[in-house]
C-alpha cells in the first residue's frame, strides 16, 4: 500500500509501517469498557466509543451514521486529522432531557443511545483523561420559518403570542439531532429473529462492510451509517411528561421532493406543514408539540427508487391510479416499503412520553408501534381535504383503501377513478 498522506501529520501518526489494522481484531494499548445496556445511570452503562485511536474501542461501526464514509473522504482528501479530538466546551444541551425510567428498560429503547446527550457531563472524567467519547446526540434552540404558518395566521386558525408563535409566522422550537446506535440483541428481539440472523444479513447485505458483526459477538452495540432523526419541539418540554397537559405529535418520514421543493404527487408537505401547526396550537395552550423527522427518504427505499416509480406509475397502461399504486413500488423494490416502523417509538420514549393527545398521521404503520410499545395514542388527526394536492389523491386514496385511518373510505368505483397527472402534463 502506497502512503497518500507524505506531510500530513495526524494520518502518519495512525499509519506507522502503512500497517493496516483489522477491525475484527482488537486493539492493543488499553482494556474496551463494556457497555450495560439498559443500566440506570451512565457510569453503569458505559460510554459508547467508536475511536479507532486507542484499545477503548467498544462498538462496531463508526460516528456520524450515514456522515461517516464523508469524514473518511475528508481524511483522505487530506482535509481531516485522524486523531482529531472534538472540543466539547459549550456543547450541552440547552434543555434538559431525561433520565426517564424508560432509559432502563431494554424493551423500550434499542435504537439510540439515551445518555448520547450528556457526554460532556455524564463522562466528564473520562474526557479528562483524554478518551475519545462522542455525544450522538445534540440539543439546541431555533427559530423555524414555514411560508404556510403566515397563512395559517391570515386564516385566524393560529394567533401569534409572542412566546412560541412570533407575527412574522417564525416559530421558537428545541430541536434535537439524534444519531443511530443499536443493541443489536435488542433489535434482532424488536423483529422476532435471532440476533446471528440479523449480524449475517447486515454483514453479507452490506457487502461484508463491518466484519466485525460476525467476528466480534462481543460487541453489541452498532453505529449503522443510516440516516438518523431530527426532532422538533413546541412549547415547555416539561408538558412532554406532564399527564395534566396535551402532547401533540407528527411522525414524519423524510420526503425531500415535498418537504423541501413542495413536489405535488404526494401529501408529505402538507401532512408536515399540519403536523407543525397542530403542534404550535397545542403549546399555545399549555401542553406540548413534537415533531420526529426520520431521515427515511422514499420509504427508506432510496429517492432513485422512487423516481423509478414515479416513471412505472405514470407510464402504465391506464396512466397513474390508485388501484396500481403499491402494486407499481413492489415491482420496482421487491417490497411496498422498508421503513420499519417498528423501531420508530424509541424516540418517544427517550423523551419520556406515555401519552400523545392528538396524533397527526393516518398511518397504520406508525400508529400500531406506538401503542404496542405502550403509548397511548387518544386521537388520530387525518390531513384537511383543502391540504391535499391534486396529484396526490393517487397516493392518499390508496392507501385510505389499505387500511390507513380515515373517516372516508373510498370505494372500489371511487379508487379506479382516480387517475394522476401524466408525465407529460
Not at 460532556?120 to 445534540?138: H, K, M, Q, V
Not at 466484519?211 to 459477538?217: G, N
Not at 393517487?394 to 387517475?419: C, F, H, I, M, S
Request: net charge neutral.
Amino acid at each position: 500500500m502506497v502512503c497518500c498522506f507524505r506531510g500530513f501529520r495526524g494520518a502518519l501518526a495512525t499509519m506507522k509501517n502503512n500497517h493496516i489494522m483489522l477491525t475484527s481484531h482488537p486493539r492493543a494499548g488499553g482494556k474496551a469498557p463494556p457497555v450495560h445496556w439498559g443500566a440506570p445511570t451512565a457510569a453503569e452503562r458505559g460510554p459508547v466509543i467508536a475511536s479507532l485511536r486507542s484499545g477503548r474501542r467498544n462498538v462496531i461501526g463508526a460516528h456520524a451514521g450515514s456522515y461517516a464514509v464523508y469524514r473518511a473522504l475528508a481524511i483522505a482528501a487530506g482535509k481531516l486529522d485522524p486523531i482529531h479530538v472534538p472540543d466539547l466546551t459549550n456543547t450541552a444541551p440547552v434543555e434538559p432531557i431525561g433520565p426517564h425510567p424508560q432509559w432502563s428498560d431494554v424493551s423500550k429503547i434499542v435504537s439510540l443511545d439515551p445518555w448520547g446527550h450528556l457526554v460532556s457531563e455524564a463522562f466528564a472524567d473520562r474526557l479528562a483523561e483524554g478518551w475519545d467519547i462522542r455525544p450522538t446526540i445534540a440539543v439546541t434552540r431555533a427559530h423555524i420559518s414555514m411560508p404556510e404558518l403566515q397563512t395559517s395566521i391570515a386564516a385566524g386558525r393560529l394567533k401569534p403570542d409572542g412566546k412560541i408563535l412570533n407575527s412574522n409566522g417564525s416559530v421558537r422550537v428545541t430541536k434535537a439531532a439524534i444519531e443511530p446506535v443499536w443493541f443489536l440483541p435488542g433489535i434482532a428481539k424488536r423483529f422476532g429473529i435471532a440476533e446471528s440472523a440479523l449480524r449475517r444479513a447486515l454483514f453479507e447485505h452490506t457487502g461484508g462492510m463491518f466484519p466485525e458483526l460476525v467476528t466480534r459477538p462481543d460487541l453489541a452495540v452498532f453505529l449503522p451509517p443510516i440516516g438518523g432523526i431530527t426532532i422538533y419541539l413546541f412549547g415547555d418540554l416539561a408538558a412532554l411528561t406532564d399527564p395534566a397537559r396535551k402532547v401533540a405529535c407528527r411522525v414524519h418520514d423524510e420526503c425531500n421532493g415535498s418537504d423541501v421543493f413542495s413536489s405535488d404527487i404526494c401529501t408529505c408537505r402538507p401532512y408536515l406543514v399540519h403536523g407543525v401547526e397542530l403542534c404550535v396550537a397545542t403549546a399555545q395552550e399549555g401542553g406540548a408539540g413534537l415533531v420526529v423527522y426520520n431521515r427515511k427518504e422514499g420509504r427508506a427505499l432510496g429517492e432513485v427508487v422512487k423516481f423509478l416509480v414515479y416513471n412505472a406509475r405514470k407510464r402504465q397502461d391506464g396512466g397513474d391510479r390508485a388501484e396500481t399504486y403499491f402494486a407499481r413500488t413492489e415491482c420496482v423494490a421487491g417490497v411496498q416499503d422498508m421503513r420499519f416502523q417498528e423501531l420508530m417509538p424509541d424516540v418517544l420514549h427517550w423523551l419520556g412520553i406515555t401519552r400523545i393527545d392528538r396524533f397527526a398521521s393516518m398511518s397504520d404503520m406508525k400508529f400500531k408501534p406506538i401503542v404496542d410499545s405502550g403509548i397511548e395514542v387518544v386521537e388520530r388527526v387525518e390531513i384537511p381535504a383543502d391540504l391535499i394536492p391534486a396529484d396526490a389523491h393517487v397516493e392518499l386514496d390508496a392507501k385510505r383503501a389499505a387500511g390507513y385511518y380515515t373517516r372516508q373510505v373510498p370505494t372500489v368505483e371511487e379508487l379506479t377513478n382516480v387517475k394522476g397527472r401524466r408525465l407529460e402534463d
